[in-house]
């Protein structure tokens, strides 16, 4: 919906509280920062913002990841006619360190 907003799923488990890693850089697999925002759902989707928004490549890849609701039978008919591109997913990589005795127990990059 918006070039500065993605949402990610994968990175966590949906037990996990994501509120202490609200706030971390994350790095896209095509080169971009963003910042993880807050939590999205219940089974550990999260958004991101991308500050200086994404490359119009990783736009096209992230909008053709989408999946088409109706017409079924259409869209498989149409799909058996037309060679598909391979799947190319975008990952998502946070790097941080977390001191054994830090008393606050925070994550820092």
């Known amino acids: 919906q ?5 949402i990610g799923k994968g990175l966590f488990k949906r037990e996990t509280k994501i509120h202490s890693f609200v706030g971390l850089n994350v790095y896209l697999s095509t080169g971009e920062v963003a910042v993880i925002e807050s939590a999205f759902g ?7 913002t991308v500050p200086n928004g994404l490359k119009p490549e990783t736009l096209q890849l992230l909008q053709g990841t989408g999946k088409k609701k109706g017409r079924a ?32 127990k925070r994550m820092k990059q």
């Open 73 to 104: 039978k259409e869209n498989q008919q149409e799909s058996s006619t037309t060679p598909q591109e391979p799947h190319q997913s975008v990952k998502i990589y946070l790097q941080f360190k977390r001191y054994v005795f830090d008393p606050d």
């Open 2 to 6: 918006d070039e500065r907003l993605v």
């Open 42 to 48: 219940t089974t550990g989707k999260f958004r991101l």
